[in-house]
């Protein structure tokens, strides 16, 4: 039931994790296609505005002119003379940096009379005749167009004939230059095949976000079963020392007439045991300590690690005589390192507890410690049993030992220590490794010398 509870809160996160993605990615594609689109509008909007300008312009300025006693001859020879430069007809002009002009052109003169003349001159295109007086008639009716002022430019559009036209009046003369509105209705037929596009993007993207997402939540998942394991192998440890002392108070209880000196066997019992506990709670706290960073426990000073090897195997020196265990140690001398040296002291001082505690009475312990190029080498190596080449990956796991049954022997421990000596190694940029064949089994610490 709980593995499923916690395959739903993973699968939550990650479609969470998905859906964030896919919103993110949605919103820049949104934003990205969008400016690509309004941007293209906006240059067909710009190229239709230019070329129906061009084609009115020079009628405005000779009708300006006319006002003014000047000819328009000029004009219209200016026209002639600029297509025949460019080689142009009728119906392939110069447009703006273009060899020919995209936009079809049909332009028209209306004048106080009400007299149309089409003028070939300016146009690259003309109206079907079934078309032309409806045209016009709608582009004179345009109520923006004031007779009144002069000149009067409007743009506007047709839609019942899909005509997009500027019209000018100018001294009761009305000139309009028509142009074909898809020229301007481009960004649909864009808009569609970037919305292809982006249907696509979106599909693939959203396939790479659920391999992504896997990939990405690894780290918490296996954060997450750590948590689990770590929650439910304390419980086990404390499990066993709670009982015990609810036991053993239990009996004192029910001899609560006897004396003191009589139930010393259970007060012994539940002393030993709160010790336990007590040192279990501690290693975890030093253990949240060292994954925290707290200031402690980073290299900030020297240290002569062979000092402190020297003085851990002197410790340890009763323990060997108790248990018949040979220590030999080749201690290089100063050898100097960056470090912690209450926590290099705790390194060394496991690793020792660790050898003797599984070397066994009568067994052998050999420490090492030289330079190796810009490293510290420390080895600790008793013999015993091997472990198994499955369990050695998970030497270094909390609460780990290879004894499944978790006994509280003496040699047992919490299955922390090791677990605190990869993390004094890690916070003082090392590497701790370890290898057991044929009944050896060796530590070897590398730190960087200072």
């Known amino acids: 039931m709980t593995n499923e509870h916690n395959n739903t809160m993973l699968s939550k996160l990650r479609n969470k994790f998905v859906a964030l993605n896919m919103v993110c990615v949605a919103l820049v594609l949104v934003v990205v296609l969008g400016g690509i689109l309004f941007v293209s509008h906006q240059q067909d909007q710009t190229e239709i505005d230019e070329a129906l300008d061009s084609a009115l312009n020079p009628y405005i300025t000779a009708e300006l002119a006319q006002s003014t006693n000047t000819s328009t001859q000029h004009v219209l020879d200016y026209i002639r003379a600029q297509e025949s430069t460019t080689g142009g007809s009728p119906t392939s002009r110069i447009g703006r940096q273009h060899n020919f002009d995209p936009t079809p052109i049909a332009v028209y003169q209306v004048s106080s009379k009400g007299d149309c003349t089409y003028l070939s001159e300016a146009s690259s295109a003309c109206l079907s005749e079934s078309v032309v007086e409806e045209a016009l008639n709608g582009a004179l009716g345009n109520p923006q167009l004031d007779t009144n002022t002069s000149p009067c430019l409007v743009k506007s559009q047709l839609d019942s004939l899909d005509l997009y036209y500027h019209a000018a009046y100018v001294n009761g003369t009305v000139y309009i230059a028509f142009a074909d509105s898809s020229a301007i209705e481009r960004w649909q037929g864009l808009a569609l095949i970037l919305a292809i596009g982006g249907v696509g993007a979106l599909l693939l993207f959203f396939l790479i976000s659920i391999v992504f997402s896997r990939w990405a939540l690894k780290p918490v998942e296996a954060s997450w079963q750590a948590q689990k394991n770590f929650v439910a192998d304390a419980s086990h440890e404390l ?212």
């Open 239 to 450: 499990k066993t020392p709670l009982t015990v002392i609810l036991a053993n108070n239990s009996i004192l209880q029910k001899h609560g007439s006897s004396s003191v000196a009589s139930q010393s066997q259970w007060i012994e019992s539940t002393e030993h045991e709160a010790k336990r506990m007590q040192g279990l709670v501690n290693d975890m706290l030093t253990l949240a300590r060292l994954d925290e960073g707290v200031p402690g426990t980073q290299a900030h000073e020297t240290v002569d690690l062979s000092t402190v090897v020297e003085g851990c195997l002197l410790q340890f020196e009763s323990l060997a005589w108790e248990k018949n265990i040979q220590i030999t140690d080749r201690v290089d001398e100063n050898v100097i390192t960056k470090g912690d040296h209450k926590q290099l002291a705790r390194l060394v001082n496991t690793l020792l507890e660790n050898a003797c505690k599984y070397a066994g009475e009568g067994g052998q312990v050999a420490v090492r410690l030289s330079r190796t190029g810009t490293q510290a080498c420390l080895s600790v190596t008793n013999s015993g049993t091997t472990i198994p080449e499955e369990d050695l990956p998970h030497v270094f796991d909390r609460f780990y030992r290879a004894d499944k049954a978790r006994t509280h022997s003496e040699a047992a421990g919490h299955g922390l220590g090791l677990s605190i000596a990869g993390k004094i190694v890690q916070a003082h940029e090392g590497s701790i490794g370890v290898a057991s064949t044929d009944g050896q089994t060796t530590f070897l610490v590398k730190l960087p010398l200072d």
